[in-house]
């Protein structure tokens, strides 16, 4: 009998869970329904969908219900708005993909994107806000590589960019192999300071200690990188904007 009444108890669970996915597809979707109608529709009674909606509600749904046992259901009206939430890395990444959108000047469907970012920035928490303004100074956006620089760019190395993201990001130093525009390979030790994009190209705008200068590395002739567990001290920008002929970049 026990293991009988086990196999219900977990039959009912999943019947609920499967009523819940119901339940919230339901109320994404759009549709207006009354209490009624739904219970109807899931084969319960009022007094269990409302267990159900209490439930949803505690789970983060905002649910509206009028009063009286044949009321109406719905979704907030505004409750896709103000509940994004966002790691740091994905509001830098969603910047810099506003940023650069911005940047090809198209005229369609992107006209509203600097009052779009204007409002991404300000759903941010205070906290992740400060970081991010710290960073995106740090994100340099240019004009469009040349048709030479373009007509050479090759696909980045994902597994090679990673650990360079990843120092970027906490302002440590990298270990890369490094090939140059002859094919020659270099193993160097850098800071990322600085990220650079002109369009489709990344660069490195880092501090060589091998040069013992600043020096600009293609992300696409990055081979390989290790990143170490020393931190580096962010040095002024006008020597890694020297080194981009001067060009006067914007930020995301």
């Known amino acids: 009998m026990a293991g009988k009444h086990s196999g219900t108890t977990r039959a009912t669970a999943w019947e609920r869970l499967a009523r819940l996915e119901q339940i919230e597809a339901l109320l994404k979707?759009?549709?207006?329904?009354?209490?009624?109608?739904?219970?109807?529709?899931?084969?319960?009674?009022?007094?269990?969908?409302?267990?159900?909606?209490?439930?949803?509600?505690?789970?983060?749904?905002?649910?509206?219900?009028?009063?009286?046992?044949?009321g109406g259901i719905r979704l907030q009206s505004r409750w896709g708005i103000g509940r994004l939430k966002l790691e740091y890395k994905e509001a830098i990444d969603l910047l810099i993909s506003l940023a650069i959108a911005e940047n090809m000047h198209s005229p369609l469907l992107l006209a509203n994107l600097k009052p779009i970012r204007r409002k991404l920035i300000a759903s941010l928490s205070p906290e992740l806000r400060s970081r991010v303004d710290t960073l995106k100074s740090r994100l340099w956006i240019g004009?469009?590589?040349?048709?030479?620089?373009?007509?050479?760019?090759?696909?980045?190395?994902?597994?090679?960019?990673?650990?360079?993201?990843?120092?970027?990001?906490?302002?440590?130093?990298?270990?890369?192999?490094?090939?140059?525009?002859?094919?020659?390979?270099?193993?160097?030790?850098?800071?990322?300071?600085?990220?650079?994009?002109?369009?489709?190209?990344?660069?490195?705008?880092?501090?060589?200690?091998?040069?013992?200068?600043?020096?600009?590395f293609r992300c696409d002739r990055i081979k390989s990188s290790n990143l170490t567990e020393t931190g580096f001290a962010l040095k002024p920008k006008q020597p890694f904007i020297d080194a981009i002929d001067g060009i006067e970049p914007s930020t995301p």
């Open 29 to 70: 979707s759009g549709e207006c329904l009354t209490t009624q109608e739904l219970a109807k529709e899931l084969r319960v009674s009022q007094r269990t969908l409302f267990r159900d909606l209490e439930l949803l509600r505690e789970r983060g749904l905002p649910i509206e219900a009028d009063k009286g046992r044949g």
């Open 143 to 216: 004009e469009t590589a040349s048709i030479t620089v373009y007509g050479s760019f090759e696909d980045i190395d994902n597994e090679a960019m990673s650990p360079i993201n990843e120092a970027f990001l906490m302002s440590k130093c990298v270990e890369i192999s490094y090939s140059d525009q002859n094919g020659n390979t270099s193993k160097r030790t850098i800071e990322p300071h600085y990220l650079f994009l002109s369009y489709p190209v990344w660069y490195v705008m880092a501090w060589d200690h091998l040069r013992d200068a600043v020096r600009t």
